[in-house]
């Protein structure tokens, strides 16, 4: 018997073990330490991704698109443009935490660039260009596009160098997006002895953008961007207002060597809080189709889940959802409690594709003094990857969403949302999303 037989067998009882195995299924208990994904139901690495950078590769094979090569940046404007990416997200991170660390250093950071369905990452003199596409089945699908001059550019699918690190408890065991902040030395190496930490929309401001430089204005908010531990060990108490309010980079690197001379703090909150749902929209959507797998595979051999069995599938799908619908609305969002305001002009950029209801509100419009967005609910409802949910696990969300916008369930953990928020986002949605259920047409 191999260790994947005896680990189910041990698990999940001789009869389910029994019908999963024969049928290829990934076993639910030993989903993160088998690379689930793998297996059926998802199948990440053998299946074939359906992206924009899928989509752009066949326009570019068909010779319906071409990809102009710059000569200073490569292929990257071109690649920007193709994907509508705006030149205002532009962040700068000097990490050495990415593929290609030998290019990356305090006068030489790494340019990331994102919309809402693809990040693209480059490096100055960099080998290849570094993308993670937005997959509605597959989650992250991670690519490199060799930055030399070509006939035929084409963006390369890259799974084992790139999940080893994104695929790991920080992303939820799952392929996707890593924000981090960290202390980085003088080389640009991450201080590991002085910790780190994965961003999301509940670090206060002050634990944030280590690693990062970041200009724009914030008051007198503090954080770790635009700071260099010049020491052996970081300071304390660490005095990092040198690196505060900072609008102008030109004086810690060459900003002329990059499309723009920006790294806009509203930019990296938008940047933060997306990869994280994202990261939850591909574990709810994973988990669901285990779900939905495993229930097949029993009415195939006909035989009947078992009452504990469904409610495990109910709990699991409950969870999923309810993970999911913390990130979509902001649950323990690190408050502000001062002005920010970027450089780029980003913020005007995001905000102006909208969706907008009836009476010119959209759930992009930010707030930027009390928290990041005005309506806290994410604007990702209206990606692809949302609508790529399950059937099942997409009803079960608009369910829960409706009772809490509704207040006929409110946890404490939704008080954050005030009678006039949960009226708003209701309107907004009805206004801009048209696969709302039909009970969600009427006023409570």
């Known amino acids: 018997m191999n260790h994947l037989t005896a680990t189910a067998w041990r698990f999940c009882g001789a009869r389910l073990a029994r019908l999963m195995l024969c049928l290829g299924l990934a076993m639910p208990t030993l989903i993160w330490g088998q690379e689930f ?33 710059h000569p200073e940046h490569g292929y990257l404007p071109a690649v920007l443009r193709a994907l509508q990416v705006p030149l205002e997200s532009q962040t700068l991170v ?22 809402d369905d693809v990040y693209v990452g480059y490096c100055r003199s960099g080998e290849v ?3 993670s596409a937005v997959d509605p089945q597959l989650g992250t699908v991670f690519y490199t596009l060799d930055q030399v001059q070509n006939d035929s550019p084409r963006f390369e699918r890259r799974i084992d160098n790139c999940v080893m690190c994104h695929s790991t408890s920080s992303t939820g065991n799952v392929p996707g997006h890593l924000v981090r902040s960290l202390y980085i030395d ?12 994965t961003v999301d929309h509940t670090m206060p401001l002050e634990q944030r953008w280590g690693g990062w430089y970041v200009t724009g ?11 260099v531990i010049r020491t052996r060990d970081v300071p304390q108490p660490l005095d990092n207002s040198h690196g505060h309010n900072v609008t102008d980079l030109s004086d810690r690197l060459r900003v002329d060597r990059y499309l723009t001379p920006h790294s806009d703090l509203v930019a990296l909150m938008v940047l933060e809080h997306q990869t994280f749902v994202h990261n939850r929209l591909t574990k709810a959507n994973f988990t669901a189709r285990q779900i939905l797998a495993e229930r097949a595979a029993f009415e195939r051999l006909k035989e009947p889940l078992t009452p504990d069995q469904t409610a495990d599938h109910a709990r699991r799908l409950r969870q999923a959802a309810d993970e999911l619908l913390d990130a979509l609305l902001w649950v323990d969002e690190a408050p502000l409690n001062a002005k920010l305001s970027g450089t780029s002009g980003y913020e005007q950029r995001f905000a102006a594709l909208g969706p907008r209801d009836r009476q010119g509100r959209s759930l992009r419009d930010f707030d930027l003094a009390r928290r990041v967005f005005r ?33 006929s369930e409110t946890p404490p953990k ?9 009226r708003a986002i209701r309107e907004i949605l009805r206004d801009t999303k048209p696969e709302l259920p039909e009970y969600w047409r009427r006023e409570p």
């Open 94 to 115: 000097f990490s050495k935490t990415s593929l290609q660390v030998r290019y990356i250093n305090v006068q030489s950071p790494r340019a990331l660039y994102f919309t």
């Open 129 to 131: 260009m570094e993308i």
């Open 375 to 407: 309506y806290p609910c994410s604007y990702v409802v209206y990606s692809a990857a949302f609508d790529g949910l399950p059937a099942e696990l997409r009803d079960t969300l608009w369910q829960r969403l409706w009772a809490i916008l509704t207040e």
């Open 414 to 422: 939704y008080a954050h949302l005030s009678v006039a928020d949960r």
């Open 186 to 197: 003088a080389d640009g190496q991450p201080m590991v002895s002085a910790g780190g930490r």
């Open 217 to 227: 204005k914030h008051g007198t908010q503090k954080h770790l961007g635009n700071l």
């Open 37 to 69: 994904y793998d297996a059926a139901p998802i199948r990440y690495r053998d299946s074939t991704p359906a992206n924009c950078i899928s989509r752009l590769q066949t326009e570019l094979d068909r010779g319906t698109r071409r990809l102009t090569y």
